[in-house]
């Protein structure tokens, strides 16, 4: 469970959550789990496989592969800046298992990390099988118990950035996901629409451009039908955030308030 803390920052708008996240069962499945405190605790990734035989992998040039990884011992989370995120680090070290457990941290001034800021995972996944496989991604909210202070839940000011892009080449393609914004805007169109924004800077301008929407209130994304051939790697990166600019963010402190997350790839033969 991931203790979302509340802290003071450059006197905007805060929020404070726990998350924690569980997966579902499938072809090939990815799980998060926690401990419950005030640390996410355990990180975990699992995998079960029916009719293909996919793998994930630390080092995309290793041939150790496993069903089963782990990181230990995250901090607490705190809101954040999109816009603080993308000054400091560039998507060639977002979208890399080199940053994992290295950055998105929040330290003090003597440099003891406090909590965590945004929290990134990145991993490979490889076809160790010798049958083509076809793979979906899904990321879902599975639960949010809303705040009896404030009028948002905690999905209102989640942020999900995911790179999905071969192991061998240097591109680093992603897509960020919000949830529905409750006004509409003029697109560049003029039409109606109701893209919530990635974040703001400091200077109140839009960065990042707008999100793509979520799928309902319990999906955040559903990437359907990509190939993945025999012998051939994938890395995958997903990085989250509650944005602190989201226009329904308050100032005050939501009271016991929880958001549940989980992801799974299931996969099949083609």
Excluded at 44 to 73: C, I, P, Q, R, Y
Excluded at 254 to 268: Q, R, V, W
Aim: proline share 1%; no cysteine; hydrophobic share 35%.
């Amino acid at each position: 469970m991931i203790d979302l803390a509340y802290v003071k920052r450059k006197k905007r708008k805060k929020a404070a959550a726990i998350i924690s996240a569980v997966g579902t069962f499938g072809v090939v499945t990815l799980i998060i789990l926690a401990l419950i405190g005030k640390r996410l605790g355990n990180f975990t990734v699992k995998m079960e496989n029916h009719g293909v035989s996919l793998a994930f992998a630390e080092d995309a040039n290793s041939d150790v592969t496993t069903t089963f990884l782990s990181l230990n011992n995250v901090p607490a989370y705190s809101v954040y800046y999109y816009s603080h995120m993308m000054d400091h680090y560039s998507d060639d070290v977002m979208d890399s298992t080199e940053s994992n457990g290295k950055i998105g941290a929040r330290t003090d001034a003597d440099d003891n990390v406090t909590g965590t800021y945004f929290f990134k995972y990145t991993f490979y996944l490889r076809n160790v099988g010798k049958t083509d496989a076809i793979y979906n991604s899904r990321f879902y909210i599975d639960a949010t118990e809303k705040p009896k202070n404030v009028s948002y839940d905690l999905a209102d000011l989640l942020r999900v950035k995911f790179y999905d892009n071969a192991a061998d080449e240097a591109t680093h393609t992603s897509e960020i996901y919000a949830k529905k914004d409750i006004a509409f805007h003029q697109d560049e169109n003029g039409a109606e629409s109701y893209d919530t924004f990635v974040g703001k800077d400091d200077d109140n301008k839009i960065v990042g451009g707008y999100a793509t929407q979520f799928v309902d209130d319990k999906i955040v994304f559903n990437r359907k039908g990509y190939e993945l051939k025999a012998g051939e790697v994938r890395r995958i990166t997903f990085v989250t955030w509650l944005e602190v600019t989201d226009p329904q963010a308050s100032g005050t402190t939501p009271d016991k308030t929880s958001i549940k997350l989980s992801m799974n790839i299931d996969a099949h033969e083609i």
